[in-house]
């Protein structure tokens, strides 16, 4: 407690995870305002190096983010609600194909298993899958108000990110009022906190893009029909590691088995999106995180864990950021307890 500066630092994080525990709904599209901020300030920063004023980079790095985000709505959005209809509808199809598929590798492979027991197990997961089904159309149902406030967002996003580019560095200032003025710990959390998550948080959009655009085109050529669905959800895993990989992999391989059967088309697709997972895994993210901090990735997983329980599908993406800063503070804290201690004589 003699330690003011560290006594800042922990009092500091704790209001950031107290506003974020209490009010984290509220401040979901703020912070989602500060991701887009993120990844657009590169390309502002590039523009400004030409000389280039920054309200003009800013409306033009606005204006042109819009188009693309138009573009995707006109011709990406309408044929994945049309994937995703077609596969919900053809969800009896795939249900009895799945039957038929697990029957015959128990024919071809696992002789030895009780075929009763299997009959069982087929029949408990269709009841499931009718489960969800109905559970899901109570949602969506249910979820009405919540698409009204997804239209408000929608509108506020964009506002929010104009102000965060244009404004950053009075933004920054007026919140340097409310800092002590002996901060030099907090400035040097900020410091390093501040290029660990601008890193993470453009590198993992980059690598979403490049992953799901090689998984679509391989899916494509080979001739799948959910070839976009599939490249969506893998671009969309990449921003929870390493439970992402796993969870995407299951409807990859089903829509592969449901598509191609036991074949050598399904090899050839399970292949490919294998090598995608590999390449990305040793070629994309060691090139885009090279500044990004070192956390193990038990570390990795504890904090997805412990974040997703306290913020849901918010905290999951938001779990690195917050380590990071978890182990910038505690970084701080041990040196500054090494440095405490007496020297030995």
């Not at 900020?190 to 655009?213: H, L, M, P």
């Not at 059967?261 to 390449?279: F, H, K, N, P, R």
């Given at each position: 407690m003699s330690d003011?500066?560290?006594v800042m630092?922990?009092?500091s994080l704790f209001i950031i995870f107290a506003l974020l525990i209490i009010l984290g709904d509220v401040l979901a599209p703020v912070l989602f305002a500060i991701a887009l901020a993120y990844v657009l300030d590169d390309v502002i920063v590039i523009l400004r190096r030409f000389r280039v004023p920054r309200i003009v980079a800013v409306v033009v790095v606005l204006c042109g983010a819009a188009l693309l985000v138009l573009f995707s709505a006109l011709t990406v959005l309408p044929l994945l609600t049309d994937q995703v209809g077609k596969l919900v509808a053809q969800a009896p199809q795939f249900v009895t194909a799945l039957r038929d598929a697990i029957q015959q590798f128990h024919a071809n492979y696992v002789s030895w298993m009780n075929p009763e027991y299997l009959q069982q197990l087929v029949a408990n997961a269709v009841n499931k899958m009718q489960e969800w089904g109905g559970a899901l159309l109570s949602v969506s149902i249910a979820s009405i108000p919540g698409l009204i406030t997804l239209l408000v967002y929608i509108i506020l996003v964009p506002v929010l990110v104009f102000f965060l580019l244009k404004d950053k560095t009075l933004i920054v200032e007026w919140a340097q009022r409310f800092l002590p003025q002996?901060?030099?710990?907090?400035?040097?959390?900020?410091?390093?906190?501040?290029?660990?998550?601008?890193?993470?948080?453009?590198?993992?959009?980059?690598?979403?893009?490049?992953?799901?655009?090689?998984?679509?085109?391989?899916?494509?050529?080979?001739?799948h029909e959910y070839a976009l669905l599939l490249g969506v959800l893998t671009g969309i895993s990449v921003w929870i590691p390493y439970v992402g990989a796993a969870v995407v992999t299951i409807p990859v391989v089903l829509?592969?088995?449901?598509?191609?059967?036991?074949?050598?088309?399904?090899?050839?697709?399970?292949?490919?999106?294998?090598?995608?997972?590999?390449?990305d895994a040793n070629v994309i993210v060691p090139w885009m995180f090279s500044e990004m901090v070192n956390l193990h990735p038990i570390a990795i997983i504890v904090a997805v864990l412990v974040f997703g329980s306290l913020w849901g599908v918010l905290g999951v993406f938001i779990a690195i950021p917050m380590a990071a800063l978890v182990q910038s503070v505690l970084t701080i804290i041990f040196e500054r307890k090494k440095s405490a201690e007496p020297m030995p004589d």
């Open positions: 003011q500066q560290l630092l922990l009092a002996e901060r030099s710990l907090l400035q040097r959390v900020w410091g390093e906190v501040d290029i660990q998550i601008g890193n993470y948080i453009r590198g993992k959009f980059w690598e979403s893009v490049v992953v799901a655009f090689a998984m679509w085109l391989a899916y494509e050529l080979m001739g829509l592969s088995l449901f598509q191609w059967g036991w074949s050598e088309a399904m090899l050839y697709g399970l292949l490919a999106y294998t090598v995608i997972q590999l390449i």
